[in-house]
């Protein structure tokens, strides 16, 4: 045991060694989120399909470029790109739709007991603008046992702009049964009037037995 007062030289280093350590565990945090470590049934490699008829329309952007003459359209993305699964997304990789308020819908691969969801989007130490006011910001998350039956609120939650770039979100514990096709709706953005872009989703749970 050592006495401050004596020695201020092993405080200092004391408290360097904190902030070290607090800086390495953000960086771990960021290289291997959380969310990797539980499995995900909105994955589009394990089968996972987007719903298009419940899906908004892609933003088609009016920004163009000229190409020896002719102004071409940069070609939209696909929401596909929504259930890749990447951890780490690159800035413009995302797909956008128009406005604040819209829609992102799931057929999942098997029946699943959802415990929590995820959603990931760009930090912004790393957006050309320094913000990302085109991120969502609060949603709700929707399920169905099939495309007949209703649709259940599973849950409403709201993405820190501030926040790491990949966020679990736990279900309510009332949330009973399992579901098979998820809708996102996102209510509102952080800011941005023409469009939001969604880089990623994930649904985690156990199978239905």
């Not at 979100?169 to 872009?197: E, H, M």
Request: proline share 6%.
């Amino acid at each position: 045991h050592w006495n401050r007062h004596e020695c201020p030289d092993q405080e200092h280093r004391f408290n360097e060694l904190q902030e070290k350590l607090l800086i390495l565990e953000k960086n771990i945090g960021y290289l291997l989120p959380p969310a990797d470590l539980l499995l995900n049934f909105a994955l589009k490699s394990l089968g996972a399909k987007i719903v298009h008829l419940m899906t908004s329309d892609t933003y088609q952007s009016k920004d163009a470029f000229s190409f020896f003459g002719f102004l071409v359209k940069q070609p939209a993305i696909s929401p596909d790109i929504v259930i890749q699964g990447r951890s780490h997304p690159l800035p413009g990789r995302c797909w956008p739709f128009e406005g604040s308020k819209g829609r992102i819908s799931i057929s999942l691969p098997n029946n699943v007991l959802i415990s929590h969801v995820s959603l990931s989007h760009i930090p912004k130490r790393i957006s050309i603008h320094g913000t990302i006011s085109f991120a969502p910001k609060e949603f709700s998350v929707y399920g169905r046992k099939d495309l007949e039956s209703e649709e259940s609120l599973l849950g409403t939650f709201l993405y820190d702009e501030d926040g790491d770039q990949l966020q679990i979100f736990k279900l309510p514990d009332y949330v009973a049964g399992s579901f098979r096709y998820i809708t996102l709706q996102v209510k509102s953005n952080w800011g941005n009037p023409d469009y939001t872009c969604l880089y990623g989703f994930r649904v985690h749970g156990k199978l239905e037995k």
